[in-house]
């Protein structure tokens, strides 16, 4: 889904220096699609660095500092948003344990700001009334 902005100027003389200085305002179409699989990784502060491998179904996030590795079915309800359900906790070398409720998880996120190599993720949960904004960088 795109947004197409029309601007319509309509001039009775000549510019004036500070329009000609204004800046280039062109349309530009998000490709929500180069979002929906492949390697990325976002960052949180206290856990450290999370990388993502995502296809059409599948997410799993391998968490850099403790070497675990947690499965997701990725649900698209639309190009832009998108909803995570726990499956499974696929690999745990550290033995490390999950957040007490990780295992009902299910996320519900949209992706805004999108940039060329990044998106801010705006996710709410079954686990919380918060609403958290990470953003995301293609890897």
């Known amino acids: 889904m795109s947004a197409v902005v029309v601007l319509v100027l309509g001039s009775c003389g000549g ?28 960052q949180e502060p206290k856990i450290g660095t999370f990388l993502i491998n995502r296809t059409d179904s599948i997410q799993e996030e391998f968490i850099k500092n403790t ?37 009902t998880l299910i996320k519900n996120c949209v992706i805004t700001k999108v940039k060329a190599v990044s998106y801010v993720e705006m ?8 609403t958290i904004y990470t953003t995301v960088f293609r890897h």
């Open 123 to 130: 996710a709410t949960s079954n686990l919380s009334s918060d």
């Open 67 to 103: 070497g675990m590795i947690v499965e997701f079915d990725i649900n698209w309800k639309n190009d832009s948003m998108y909803s995570l359900t726990f499956v499974k906790i696929a690999e745990n070398p550290l033995d490390k344990s999950l957040a007490d409720g990780a295992e």
């Open 15 to 42: 510019e004036s220096e500070k329009e000609a200085k204004q800046p280039d305002f062109s349309v530009k179409e998000v490709n929500y699609q180069a979002w929906h699989s492949g390697k990325f990784y976002y």
